[in-house]
């Protein structure tokens, strides 16, 4: 292992005898482990309270625990870092994918995409000319500086965006393109950073082609076996159906990038094309979901932390300063103007895209690529894009929700979409569904035989104010109430749809047009 704490005699006298590792190291460690862990916790409770962006405080915690620091840890394994940080990444964009609405982003696709791909470009061009030109770097560490902030970070814009009320086209458009924007990204930074004369831009351009191209072929056939199976194969116990979706989004990564493609997108789409299923046991699985990537998170941001040496930053934060400047205020307006204009997007919401291109993680774990590959001048290059990323998050998280107001782009909290959980009865040829009417539904004051449910469906418990009983055809529903229905197999999927379309239309849903698609 490349990370040692500052040496005591007793830990030098340690590593003399070479002695293997025992119980009670393990129990130390896992000690240390579970504080850390405790620590990133209560520090979620301490970000969501001040405003400032969890990223930074997780960070903080790396750094405290590194050789400048309190925890004196010295680490400065660079590949290990990748590594970790690419497996965490694929949690991250497996969650954010399972909590991507289609409905929403649908209408979105092209200009996201344009904004991974056009817009990337455009980032990249102007980031590393200010690179070149103002800070004096070589070209190569220019372009690869500029194709390591073009990427905004999925965790920050998913953390962010779904906190403030924004028109679904404008959250629908930056989710996408954090989604998608990862895998040219990666791609660039490679190709930058290898060893010889840089490829023609062509060339680049037909190789990310192609692995976006498989990557998406493959996210998406993995993750439409994956819903089939989930919802067509009963697992023993409801706790297994987590587990198997985040393996089903693994194995999406996995095979895309066996097969030399975006690993990356496969995931992201796998991850949405199951998010969109109505899959059994939804509410545990997005929950189970959203804490595997909160630990991915912690682990990850700490990790990066420790790599950081705080006394060497100090030559390279105006340098930082300068090509975050350029990079927030003219390279990243200018790709959205680009991109956006032709698709007649209005100028606030290019104005509020512009400022909402997020970095965080992610940058800094792709600044890793260079230190792996031996590129000169990489130590600088990662110490510039670690300040960039902590400055400018600072300055962009924050007052992201301000800048929504001043422009009008906020909006009144929309209805809660109903929490409808499915439990597979495979023996009974059935489906027991349980629904939660949330605050603002309209199923609010509708009578049960009102849900108009299809042959096969019935309502058979209600549970409200902790005190359940069985509804009778004229029972009013209420907000909070929990419903428990049945279902047969074939009307299964009709039976949620419409309980869907009552929750966002009411009782007369059918007939003014308010269909039961879902999230």
Not at 33 to 56: K, N
Not at 296 to 308: D, K, R, T
Not at 329 to 343: G, H
């Amino acid at each position: 292992m490349s990370y040692v704490r500052e040496p005591t005699r007793a830990c030098a006298r340690a590593r003399e005898r070479e002695r293997p590792l025992t119980v009670h190291d393990l129990n130390q460690l896992l000690l240390v482990c579970s504080l850390v862990l405790l620590v990133a916790v209560a520090a979620v409770r301490i970000s969501s309270r001040s405003g400032l962006p969890s990223l930074l405080v997780y960070l903080g915690i790396g750094v405290l625990m590194g050789q400048d620091g309190i925890g004196g840890i010295r680490f400065d394994d660079a590949e290990l870092t990748q590594v970790i940080g690419y497996a965490a990444l694929v949690v991250i964009l497996a969650e954010g994918g399972l909590g991507t609405k289609w409905k929403e982003i649908r209408p979105a696709l092209p200009a996201a995409s344009a904004l991974a791909l056009v817009g990337v470009s455009v980032s990249v061009g102007g980031t590393a000319a200010a690179a070149h030109y103002l800070v004096g770097l070589e070209w190569r560490q220019s372009l690869i500086i500029g194709a390591i902030v073009s990427s905004t970070d999925a965790a920050a814009v998913f953390s962010v965006l779904r906190k403030i009320p924004l028109p679904s086209r404008v959250t629908g458009t930056l989710e996408a393109e954090s989604g998608f924007n990862d895998a040219p990204v990666v791609i660039l930074v490679v190709a930058f950073s290898e060893h010889g004369p840089i490829e023609h831009w062509y060339v680049l351009l037909g190789e990310i082609a192609l692995e976006l191209a498989i990557g998406a072929a493959i996210g998406i056939a993995v993750g439409w076996l994956g819903a089939w199976g989930l919802r067509h194969v009963a697992l023993p116990a409801s706790g297994l159906y987590p587990i198997a979706v985040m393996a089903i989004a693994v194995t999406a990564y996995a095979a895309g990038a066996s097969a030399h493609g975006s690993g990356f997108l496969a995931v992201y789409l796998a991850a949405m094309v199951m998010g969109n299923a109505r899959l059994p046991h939804w509410p545990a699985t997005r929950g189970f979901a959203d804490g595997l990537g909160w630990i991915a998170q912690i682990g990850m941001f700490v990790l990066l932390g420790l790599l950081v040496t705080p006394h060497e930053l100090g030559d390279d934060i105006l340098p930082a300063l300068v090509i975050g400047l350029v990079l927030t205020m003219v390279a990243r307006p200018l790709s959205v103007i680009a991109c956006l204009t032709p698709f007649r997007v209005p100028w606030r919401e290019q104005a509020l895209m512009s400022w909402a291109g997020l970095r965080g993680a992610v940058p800094i774990i792709l600044a890793t690529i260079p230190m792996v590959g031996g590129v000169e001048d990489s130590r600088r290059i990662f110490n510039i894009v670690f300040i960039l990323v902590v400055v400018y998050t600072l300055v962009q998280g924050p007052t992201l929700p301000w800048l929504a107001r001043k422009l009008h782009l906020g909006q009144g909290p929309e209805a809660a979409d109903l929490g409808i959980e499915s439990a597979p009865l495979e023996r009974l040829r059935g489906h027991l569904l349980s629904v939660a009417i949330p605050e603002g539904s309209k199923m609010h004051g509708v009578e049960v035989n009102e849900l108009r449910l299809p042959a096969g469906a019935a309502v058979t418990l209600v549970v409200r104010d902790g005190k359940s009983f069985v509804p009778l055809p004229t029972t009013v529903l209420r907000l909070g109430d929990e419903l428990l229905v049945v279902a047969t197999d074939p009307v299964r999927d009709a039976a949620e749809k419409r309980l869907r379309a009552v929750g966002a239309g009411g009782k007369l849903a059918g007939w003014l047009g308010t269909n039961g698609a879902s999230h």
